[in-house]
């Protein structure tokens, strides 16, 4: 054993999972940011939660609306994510620019990704301060899924694809 750096330990994180956070801006347009630091933080009830850094603009408009989407991107859809985690929505309009299609939720006000693996409709339910990051616990309200669609994960260096599909006991 030798001991590591934190940047070591994220390096062997691969695959990562990869998810987007959607919501409204002030002016009503949508925009998205990609992350990867996400998880499922309860089954019953069904909460999900990622950790959103302090200067992202996607936090500042989670917590002034109270309600965002968590999409799982789709195979496909590489460029756009990519486009959203490495632009801010505070300078950029992801809605015309990211490549992404847009659609208002079912339930919440907040917008679904159209061809995404799955969407999440969530409402905040706990906000935690964690160093640079602050974790989002939302409860999931309602979930869309397209089924042909391969959700993506994040290789590292060599990008964004879908893991392989593993043969389901049968
Ligand atoms: C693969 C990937 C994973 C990322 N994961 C996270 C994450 O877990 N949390 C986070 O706050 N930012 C993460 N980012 C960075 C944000 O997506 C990026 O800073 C984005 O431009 C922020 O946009 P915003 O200011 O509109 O919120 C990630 C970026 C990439 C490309």
Redesign the pocket.
């Known amino acids: 054993m030798r001991q590591v750096s934190a940047e070591d330990i994220l390096a062997l994180e691969c695959p990562q999972t990869?998810v987007t956070v959607n919501v409204y801006k002030p002016d009503g347009s949508a925009?998205a940011?990609?992350?990867?630091?996400?998880m499922i933080a309860s089954g019953s009830p069904f909460y999900y939660a990622?950790?959103?850094?302090k200067k992202?603009?996607?936090?500042e408009c989670l917590l002034a609306r109270k309600e965002y989407v968590v999409s799982f991107p789709g195979d496909g859809q590489e460029k756009a994510v990519?486009f959203?985690?490495?632009?801010?929505?505070?300078k950029t309009d992801k809605e015309k620019e990211s490549g992404f299609r847009f659609v208002r939720g079912a339930e919440v006000n907040a917008p679904l990704i159209e061809g995404a693996a799955a969407n999440l409709e969530c409402r905040l339910i706990h906000a935690y301060d964690a160093g640079d990051?602050t974790i989002i616990v939302g409860e999931v309200v309602t979930g869309h899924v397209e089924d042909t669609v391969l959700r993506l994960f994040?290789f590292g260096n060599t990008g964004f694809s879908p893991a392989k599909p593993l043969k389901v006991r049968t």
């Open positions: 990869l925009t940011t990609t992350v990867g630091w996400a990622v950790a959103l850094g992202r603009y996607a936090l990519l959203c985690g490495t632009h801010s929505g505070r990051h994040n």
